[in-house]
């Protein structure tokens, strides 16, 4: 399980939060709000269980299923 950038993306704007909002509740910067949202960076794992709060969602509402890649197990 990895963390979607596209689920996530998804629920920040659809949550009706501002982004400083979100940034104030994750403990990071508007920027890296405004980056998460157009894909530019990957997020943390560490972030995930304050987004799902803030969010109203589940963490796994924000994950996807993957497979390992080659070289990596």
Do not use: H
């Amino acid at each position: 399980m990895v963390l979607s950038s596209v689920r996530l993306r998804s629920a920040i704007c659809t949550s009706g939060k501002s982004q400083k909002e979100i940034a104030e509740w994750c403990w990071c910067s508007d920027r890296q709000i405004r980056n998460w949202i157009r894909e530019d960076t990957n997020v943390g794992v560490s972030f995930l269980y304050s987004l799902a709060d803030c969010l109203d969602c589940r963490p796994e509402d924000l994950l996807i299923a993957t497979a390992i890649p080659e070289g990596r197990e």
